[in-house]
């Protein structure tokens, strides 16, 4: 398979939850409170924060 994903933005591993929030995920919410869709993606490995950061 020869396929390409294209992204908006990605953190590392020092990157702190009000940084993700503030930059890209606050953006999201007036839409969301108007009923329109949002999806944020978080992926890594097992046991890197992801739902910390989710929740």
Same mark, same amino acid.
């Given at each position: &398979?020869?396929?390409?994903?294209? =992204? ?9 939850? *009000? ?7 606050? &953006?999201?919410?007036?839409?969301? =409170? ?9 992926? *890594? ?11």
């Amino acid at each position: &398979r020869n396929e390409c994903y294209r =992204l908006d933005f990605f953190y590392g591993q020092d990157s702190e939850v *009000g940084q993700i929030f503030n930059r890209d995920v606050s &953006r999201l919410l007036p839409g969301v =409170l108007r009923g329109d869709n949002a999806t944020v993606f978080a992926y *890594g490995a097992t046991g890197s924060g992801k739902t910390y950061t989710m929740q």
